[in-house]
DNA sequence: TTGAAAGCGGTACCAA
DNA sequence: TTGGTACCGCTTTCAA
C-alpha cells in the first residue's frame, strides 16, 4: 500500500480549509510515531532498510496527519528543482498560444512546472524578476527580448537561458537559443508551386522574414521562367487576406503565398464567394500550420512552425542542464494540403 | 549606492554560461569580506545597524562575486513564497487567455509570479501535482475543474484554492469561489434594447448560460408586449452568426443578441455584404467585450466580463491567504456601442 | 555596531 | 534495522 493510497482512506475531515494553517512535517511525524526523522523519511521514500511493521505504522501516522512535503525545502537541499521559467511579451498572438501551450504539456510530462512572467520594460526590471526565481528556477525560457545585450541583463544570474526565436539576440551570444528558420518551409512551398507549373506566384504580406524563402526558391529552381510578385498590405489578419483577393485575381496571379493562415483564409473565403476555384484558378499557400487550415474549404496548404521539436530540446536542456550554450535552428515545413 | 547599481558595475566577465555553477552566497560573501553574515545581510538588505564603510565595502565584494539571493532558501525561512499557482485547462480560448493575462499582470504588480499547471485528467494527478508546489505556492487559482469533490482532492493540501467560474463547484464547497454572473450584463443589454422600442428580439447561440438575463429582462420588463426567440445552433465562432444571417432576417427580428462576439462578428459581415443596416434595421449585441468590437463597424455593443474586479480580488486573496472561504459573485456588465 | 546561533523542512552520510 | 546529525541558504532574535 502507498502512501497516498492510505492517505486517502484515512482523511475525513470536514472544514477543509482549516487544514490549510497545518502541513504536518517529517520531524511531527516522527515524534506522534516516536521514531527517527530519518526512519520516517525512509517509509515515505518507500526506501529499504525499514521493518514491514514500522513502515505501516509510520505511514498510517502521516495518512491522519496529512502529510505533503515541503518542495521548497527539498529543492534547497538538493540544490535543484523543478520548476522552469517562461518569460513571454505582452502581445500574444495565436502561434505564440500554441507554442508555449506545447511546451507547458512537455514539461509537465517531465515533471516540470512553468513559472511564467511578462518581459518588463526595464534591464533593471528583468534582472529583478529573474532574480526572484533564483533557487527555484534553474532553466528560463525567454520568448521575448529587449534591445538590450542579453550579457549585460543576466550576467552571473544563477540560471541557464534559452532564447527562443529572439531576433535580437546575436548569434554568439553565449547562451542558449533556439532559432526558427522560416525560409525553409516557405522555399519548399514555393518550389513545389514552380515545379508544379505555376508561372505568377505573389507573394502577399508585410511581414519581413518571409521574403527569404521565395527568393531561395526562384534561384534554385530550373524550369521555365516564372514572375514573382509582391503584394504588399498594412495588416496580416483575415480581412487583409480577404480584402486583398480583388487586387490579387486582377493581378492575374495562378498562385499566392500568404504571410499567415489568417490571410489565406480570408483570401479563400473571397474566392467561395466570387466562384474562384482554389486550386485550379489558383493555388493558396498559408504560413503558421493553424489548426483551423485543416477544415478550410478547401483545405489549406501551409508552412509549419517546428514546434514540437524545438519544445523538446528545451524540455531536455532543461533536464540536463549543460553548461556549453548552443544554438540551434529548426526548419519549418511546408505542408501540402487541398489548396495547391 | 544600492547593491545592484554597484552591481552592474562591476560585472563585467565573459564567459558568462560559466557563471551558472556560482551563485555567491551569503557565507561565502561574509568570509571574503571578513564580517559575519547577519552583517552582510544587513548591508545588502540596506538595514540599520551598520556602519557606511563597512556597508560599502560588503556591497563592492557581493557584486564582485555575484550575490543573488537564494529564494527557495528566503521562502522556506519565512514560511511564506511569491508564487501563485494557476491550474487550467487545455482548451483555452480567447476570453480565457484574456483573462489569465491580466491576472498574470496584477499578480506581478504586487511581487508574484503565477506557475502555471494543466488540469490533469484524474483527480490523483490533479493532487500529486499540487503537492509538487507545496511550499513554493501559498495559493492555488483554479479555472478549470473536472466532476469530482473538490474537498476529497484537495483535503489537506497545504496551500489555499479558489475556483474561479467552475461550473462544477457547490456553492458551499469549504473554499474560495469566484463566479461570474452571466445574467447581470444580458438583462441590461435585453432591457436595453426593450426600452429602445424594439419588440421581436433574438438570441442566438448554443451556450447554456445564456439563456437566464433574456429571461429576467423580458419578465421585468413593463413596456409594450414583444416577442422573444431563440435561434440555436451549432456553433458560436464567426462562421456561425455569418450563416444565421439569412434566418435571422427572414425572422424579421430588429435586434439579435448574440451568445458570442464572434458570432455577432460574423453577422455584422453578413449585415454589410447585404446592405442590411445596423442598428437602424436590427440592433446587434454580442457576448464577452473581445477588443476586436470596439473596430468593427458599426462598433459592437457587448456584454463584458468582470476580469478586473475578479482578478484583483484574487490578488487580494493571495496576499491576505485569509482562511474563512468566501464565495462572490461578480456581474458582467452591457457595454453599450454603435450597434444598438 | 557587530556576531553567534537557532531555526525553516528535507536529505543522506555515518555510526550504532 | 535504526538514529543522530550536518548540511542546503537565508532570516532574525538575542547577546556582546
Not at 210 to 220: L, M, N, T
Not at 296 to 302: F, G, V
Request: proline share 4%; charged share 25%; hydrophobic share 40%.
Amino acid at each position: 500500500m502507498t502512501f497516498y493510497t492510505m492517505y486517502n482512506k484515512c482523511q475525513r475531515w470536514r472544514e477543509y480549509w482549516k487544514v490549510i494553517k497545518m502541513a504536518a512535517t517529517l520531524k511531527q511525524i516522527s515524534e506522534e510515531a516516536g521514531v527517527s526523522i530519518r526512519t520516517v523519511n525512509r517509509a515515505l521514500k518507500e526506501q529499504t532498510g525499514i521493518s514491514d511493521v514500522k513502515r505501516q505504522e509510520i505511514l498510517e501516522v502521516a495518512a491522519r496527519m496529512g502529510y505533503i512535503p515541503n518542495i521548497a525545502a527539498r529543492n534547497l537541499r538538493l540544490r535543484k528543482s523543478n520548476f522552469v521559467g517562461i518569460v513571454t511579451g505582452t502581445n500574444e498572438n495565436d502561434i505564440f498560444i500554441r507554442k508555449s501551450h506545447d511546451l507547458q504539456q512537455r514539461l509537465e510530462v517531465h515533471g516540470f512546472f512553468p513559472i511564467s512572467g511578462l518581459l518588463q520594460t526595464s534591464p533593471e526590471m528583468v534582472r529583478s524578476m529573474l532574480s526572484e526565481w533564483a533557487g527555484m528556477v534553474d532553466t528560463v525560457v525567454l520568448f521575448a527580448w529587449g534591445e538590450w545585450l542579453p550579457e549585460d541583463v543576466l550576467v552571473s544570474l544563477p540560471q541557464q537561458f534559452i532564447f527562443v526565436d529572439c531576433k535580437q539576440i546575436p548569434r554568439n551570444c553565449g547562451f542558449h537559443q533556439i532559432k526558427i528558420d522560416r525560409s525553409s518551409g516557405i522555399k519548399d512551398a514555393i518550389l513545389f508551386l514552380l515545379e508544379s507549373g505555376r508561372s505568377r506566384i505573389v507573394r502577399s504580406g508585410n511581414i519581413g522574414d518571409r521574403a527569404e524563402g521565395v527568393e531561395k526558391a526562384f534561384r534554385s529552381f530550373r524550369g521555365e521562367s516564372a514572375e514573382k510578385i509582391l503584394i504588399e498590405t498594412g495588416g496580416s489578419e483575415f480581412e487583409d487576406g480577404y480584402n486583398l483577393g480583388k487586387t490579387l485575381m486582377e493581378s492575374k496571379a495562378d498562385a499566392v503565398f500568404f504571410d499567415t493562415d489568417r490571410m489565406a483564409f480570408g483570401f479563400l473565403k473571397y474566392a467561395w464567394e466570387k466562384g474562384i476555384r482554389v486550386p485550379d484558378d489558383i493555388a493558396v499557400v498559408g504560413f503558421d500550420d493553424d489548426p483551423w487550415g485543416n477544415y478550410s474549404c478547401p483545405s489549406l496548404s501551409t508552412v509549419a512552425h517546428p514546434i514540437a521539436e524545438m519544445n523538446s530540446r528545451i524540455v531536455e536542456l532543461s533536464e540536463r542542464r549543460s553548461a556549453a550554450p548552443e544554438a540551434i535552428i529548426f526548419p519549418t515545413r511546408f505542408i501540402k494540403r487541398q489548396s495547391v
